[in-house]
Structure formats: C-alpha cells, structure tokens
C-alpha cells in the first residue's frame, strides 16, 4: 500500500488554511481564494464533503468558539496527524518541484 | 394577499439531475420558486420579486447542523431533503456574481465522489435485479408461461434502465441534462407498478390446486369420473404432475366445456411432472376410467 496518495486541491488548502489557526468554512473559503488569487474556490458540497471526510482521517476536528460574537460557531482545527499529513504533502509538492529543476 | 402555489408532478432520473436544476432554475425566473422537492411531486410558490439558483446534493448526512451550517455560510438556503437522499439548496441570485459561486462541487473530486455515491447504491441494486432476470429467464425457458414472462421483462427491464444510469452516472464526460429522459423514468416506475400488479394479478387468476386428497387407494372401479372442475382465465402454458397407480389400464383426460379431451393418457401407471398443456380460455375437467383399484394424485398450476 502507498504510504500518503497525493491530495486533492481542495484538501490541501483546506488543511493550509487551518495550519495558521481553527477557522470556520467560510474562513477557509475566504482563504483559499485570496492564498490562490481566486484560482481555486471551495463550494459548499466540496467543503462539507472534505471536512467531514478528513475528521474520519482524523486530520482535523471540530471545535466551538468561544470567541465573543462568535459563540456556538462550528470552528475547524487541525490536528498532529493533520499536521503531519500537510508536512508529507508539502514535501511530496516539493519533491516534484524539485525534481522539474533543470528541465 | 395569499400565497399562490403549484404542484409539479414531473420525475427525473438520478443521473438527469443536472436537468431538473436547469429546470428549477428557469421556473425561478418565471417567478415560480421551489419550496419543497420530492422524487414524484415538487411544490413552488409564485414570487416574482426574487430569483433563486438551485443546487442538488446527494448523500447520506450524519450531522445535519454542520451540514446546513457548511451551506449557509456561502449564502445557500437549505430547502428540503427528499427519504431517497437529495437535498434541495437555493441561493438568491444575483447577476454580478460569476457563474462559478452558484456550483456547490468545485473540484472533480467531490463531484465524482457524489456520482458514485449514487453510482455505486444503484449498482448493487441494479445487479440484483439482473440476477432476478437471470434467475425469471432460466425459470421462463424451463416452464414458459405469462406471469413469468412479466416477471423476467419487469426485472430485466428495471435492470437495464438503472445499469444505463449507473454508467451515465459513472462517466466523467456524460451529460447530466438529457432531454427525453423524464420519460425513461416514467417508464421505469410505470413497469414497477404493472409488472409487479400484472405479476400478482396473472398468478392469482391462474388456476392452483392438487387432488391428492383421494390419493389414498379407491377400490371400486370408476366410469368417467369427472372432478377437479376449473376455469383458464387466460390463454397459457399450464402444468400438470400426476402420479397415478392402477392393477388394470385407466385412461385419465383432461376434457374441455364441450367435453373434447385436451390431455388422455392411457396405462396402469403414469407419472409426470411439468406436463405442459397449452390450454385456451374455458372451463376444463378431469376424468378418469378405470375397471380396477387405483390410486393418483394431480397438480396443475
């Protein structure tokens, strides 16, 4: 079996995101598209389906804010093994960057 | 004033979904907004003032809270989820937004995700009711008759409608906007029905019994008895098994209204299974001549 399979985009900016702090999916969305200057975006669906599906991984969790006006907000945060998973893909991104030097 | 509203009783396929939102849309604009979606019947509200665009979603939901929250966020409206596992979503829309903030799916990995989600509940089913038509097929060649004959076409029809879709659904390239497909749906769901009725109905009216009852040994000799009076609703293949003992020759028949015989058979000992008698619509009975003892037993069905 393969040790990490490469992530989608939506994943990798997701876990990007969270790794400068807990934020909240439209925080996320907000993010993406500055940090990709409105390349990528992430829809609803998407980011339903890949929150969810990376607190099954374990990558991130669900937290509450206790921040004032924003009580009972549903806030994500990464993760050791979140934060790991962002580590490998990174490397694997630069592996291949590497890799096109010279070409 | 009170509110105007209007039903819509038209179906889509699962893997026509992409139509039913274009469609949704459009009414929109027509001033007829989606309040609440079904699988069969969709209720719209006339309001002209506003113009919503709609989105389907396809899952199975563990956390409802976080699941409407996720959509609202990006200005989504959660409207309704149909028992089957869509989930109807609309957002005001407004012209000066791209295109690209009325799509809930952004990238290809979520949206193959969904279709398969669905691609892969309609295989399994879709694969069962090809064993069912393989299983109705087998049966039907070995004893043909109507009610199996319904059964197999049902199967193998409903079959091979959901195994299309699963394959539209699982081609990345497909349309998900084919015109002309609410009526393979209708179709689809028409044969359900009648298969499933016409089934019951033709195996019901069919006649069923066995005499057995007299299997034990009658010692008295018999001139054309006659018993076992039934009626054939239908033209059909019918089935006789008998199994009959005698020390000296009987001649057993089965004799129409007019008192013709459409079976006879002759000897001091028959059996048989899946006699096929192809017997048109009327009234028949058994008789039976025998100059000794005897014992039988008949099944038709």
């Known amino acids: 079996m393969k040790k990490s399979e490469p992530m989608s985009e939506s994943y990798y900016y997701i876990l990007l995101c969270l790794a400068k702090g807990a934020n909240h999916g439209y925080g996320i969305m907000q993010m993406t598209e500055r940090l990709s200057g409105g390349d990528v975006t992430i829809g609803s669906g998407t980011m339903y389906g890949a929150t969810g599906n990376m607190m099954k991984k374990g990558w991130i969790r669900e937290i509450m804010s206790d921040e004032p006006g ?10 050791d093994a979140g934060r790991e998973a962002l580590r490998a893909e990174i490397a694997r991104l630069r592996r291949m960057l590497d890799n096109a030097e010279g070409v | 004033m009170g509110k105007q509203y209007k039903r819509s009783f038209k179906v889509y396929s699962a893997w026509n979904y992409q139509r039913e939102i274009e469609d949704l849309n459009r009414a929109s604009e027509q001033g007829w907004q989606l309040v609440r979606g079904g699988c069969f019947h969709s209720v719209f509200e006339k309001n002209p003032n506003v113009q919503y665009r709609y989105q389907l979603d396809y899952r199975r939901i563990d956390n409802m809270g976080r699941y409407i929250e996720t959509f609202r966020e990006q200005g989504w409206e959660y409207v309704n989820s149909v028992f089957n596992g869509w989930h109807y979503f609309r957002k005001l829309y407004d012209p000066t937004q791209p295109e690209q903030a009325y799509e809930i ?57 959901l195994l299309r879709g699963v394959g539209i659904m699982k081609n990345p390239s497909a349309s998900r906007s084919r015109k002309g497909d609410s009526t393979l749906v209708a179709v689809f769901f028409a044969v359900i029905l009648l298969g499933a009725a016409g089934y019951v109905l033709l195996t019901l009216a069919r006649p069923h019994f066995n005499t057995a009852q007299s299997a034990a040994e ?15 609703p239908y033209p059909d293949n019918y089935y006789l098994d008998l199994d009959m003992r005698a020390e000296l020759p009987m001649t057993f ?7 013709q015989a459409v079976y006879t058979q002759t000897g001091t000992e028959f059996t048989g299974s899946n006699v096929r008698l192809r017997l048109p619509k009327g009234s028949y009975c058994f008789s039976l001549t025998c100059d000794s003892g005897f014992s039988l037993s008949c099944d038709l069905d």
Do not use: H, K
């Not at chain 1, 924003?70 to 993760?79: A, G, K, M, V």
């Not at chain 2, 070995?142 to 029809?157: C, H, W």
């Open chain 1, 70 to 79: 924003l009580e009972r907000r549903r806030l994500y945060q990464l993760t």
């Open chain 2, 218 to 232: 009658i010692t008295e000799p018999v001139a054309d008895n006659r018993w076992a009076y039934f009626e054939v």
């Open chain 2, 253 to 259: 028949s089965v004799l129409d209204a007019d008192g």
């Open chain 2, 105 to 161: 799916f952004t990238d290809r990995e979520s949206m193959a995700e969904m279709n398969n989600r669905w691609a892969n509940l309609a295989l399994g089913i879709g694969i069962a009711l090809g064993l069912f038509a393989l299983v109705s097929l087998v049966q039907l060649i070995r004893m043909p008759n109507l009610p199996r004959l319904v059964r197999f076409l049902t199967f193998a029809l409903e079959s091979g409608v």
